[in-house]
């Protein structure tokens, strides 16, 4: 778990688990050609759940989750950009979503060390 988003970072609890089918279901004829948003993926996954009158309900969070647990058990080559979520195959696709991910954790690593560096400033 992550310290203060604990409720989004826990284990997939066995609800979550359940969804994963489904959405690699509805991301496999997603292309860079037709990506689909996150609030998209949400409603879609809803209605889904509502007309087979499964009690799931899908949300953002929920949904970032679900596509964390599938990138990293590798099922799923699901690339992320600004114009939403889709499939690729394609080695360099999938190595700039890789540099992509690795650039935001140095971001948040940069953001930590600053903080620290403010801590260090006040005990001084």
């Known amino acids: 778990m992550i310290k203060n988003f604990e409720e989004h970072t826990q284990e997939l609890s066995e609800i979550e688990l359940s969804i994963i089918p489904y959405l690699i279901n ?7 050609d037709n990506p689909i948003k996150a609030p998209e993926i949400v409603v879609a996954m809803n209605v ?3 007309n087979k009158e499964i009690a799931i309900k899908m949300t953002e969070p929920r949904l970032r989750k679900c596509v964390n647990h599938i990138r990293s058990i590798g099922e799923l080559p699901i690339i ?3 114009k939403g979520y889709y499939i690729s195959n ?3 696709e999938i190595l700039e979503q890789i540099e992509s991910l690795r650039q935001r954790a140095n971001s948040i690593i940069r953001t930590a060390n600053g903080l620290k ?3 260090s400033n006040q005990t001084s």
Do not use: N, P, Q, Y
């Open 90 to 92: 394609d080695r360099e």
């Open 117 to 119: 560096r403010i801590l």
């Open 26 to 32: 509805g991301l496999k004829s997603k292309t860079k």
């Open 80 to 82: 992320a950009t600004s």
């Open 48 to 50: 889904f759940f509502a």
